[in-house]
């Protein structure tokens, strides 16, 4: 909002009886100016006003879409709990749903995928009052990597309004800490295997360096889990690309079948030609005898 134009005039001081005081202040900014700059200086200052307007009106607006996603966020809530008891009797969901999503697999290391084996569901829970802030919870089976049943990381707006996070603290198990793994294969790998190595997809719930530009949290929440069927749903590439050299191939032995037979009719083509010439000749003998 613009703030209001404040009058640049000198207050007035008392003058001689022969010179009446001006009351300059009640004059508008625009007063003075030549016709052109006057017509833009009113115009700046009523497309103030109506911005103020517009301004308003986009506030009003933002209180009323909260309160109608607060609305539907406790009307989805019954159809997500139903969601997740289908997840659970299938095998190996949400790592396959991971995976197959393009962001979050280029996170997942080897090892990061055999322990998200062990992952049988995914929550994700936004703060009454939306604007605050959200909540992403893992549960997992008994596993070899760590004793936590659930891993959790949420994300809110502190009281300066300042965005932050905390997770659960991972306890891992000897010598099962994927974390310090990944940055000792870095070290020893070469400068072109770290650039291909990511780093542990379970370091992102230790780094709270950037909690208002979360990208990993922000793809779960608002694309994954909205509707994490899809990327489940994602066919194998690997298969896709065996398909289509298979329908390459078939497509060359195609195309040499067909060159062949037209190889063969041009030859039949020539035969022909050949036993029509033979006829006229033997007519033209015929015809001197």
Not at 15 to 37: N, T
Not at 121 to 147: A, H, L, Q, W
């Amino acid at each position: 909002m613009a703030p209001k134009r404040q009058s640049a005039l000198l207050p007035q001081s008392k003058k001689p009886k022969s010179v009446p005081a001006a009351k300059l202040d009640d004059k508008p900014a625009s007063l003075g100016l030549p016709k052109g700059e006057k017509e833009q200086q009113e115009a700046i200052e009523h497309i103030d006003e109506v911005q103020n307007e517009i301004d308003r009106l986009n506030e009003q607006a933002s209180e009323e879409i909260l309160k109608v996603e607060q609305k539907y966020n406790k009307l989805r809530q019954p159809f997500f709990q139903k969601r997740s008891e289908l997840i659970a009797k299938i095998p190996n969901f949400w790592v396959t749903t991971f995976v197959n999503h393009p962001q979050v697999s280029a996170l997942l290391g080897e090892e990061d995928e055999e322990a998200l084996h062990y992952l049988t569901r995914v929550e994700v829970t936004e703060f009454e009052d939306i604007k605050s802030g959200y909540r992403i919870d893992f549960y997992f089976d008994e596993n070899p990597y760590f004793e936590n049943k659930v891993l959790s990381k949420e994300f809110h707006l502190n009281e300066s309004g300042d965005p932050s996070s905390k997770s659960t603290e991972i306890k891992w198990k000897s010598g099962k800490d994927l974390t310090k793994r990944s940055s000792q294969t870095q070290n020893k790998a070469s400068r072109k295997r770290q650039h291909e190595e990511p780093e542990s997809f379970f370091t992102w719930f230790t780094d709270h360096s950037d909690a208002g530009a979360d990208e990993l949290g922000e793809v779960i929440k608002d694309d994954i889990w909205p509707n994490p069927l899809q990327y489940y749903l994602v066919p194998d590439m690997d298969d896709e690309e065996g398909e289509a050299e298979d329908d390459d191939d078939d497509d060359e032995e195609e195309e040499g079948l067909e060159d062949i037979d037209e190889e063969g009719d041009e030859d039949e083509g020539e035969e022909d030609e050949d036993d029509d010439e033979g006829e006229e000749g033997e007519e033209d003998e015929g015809e001197d005898d």
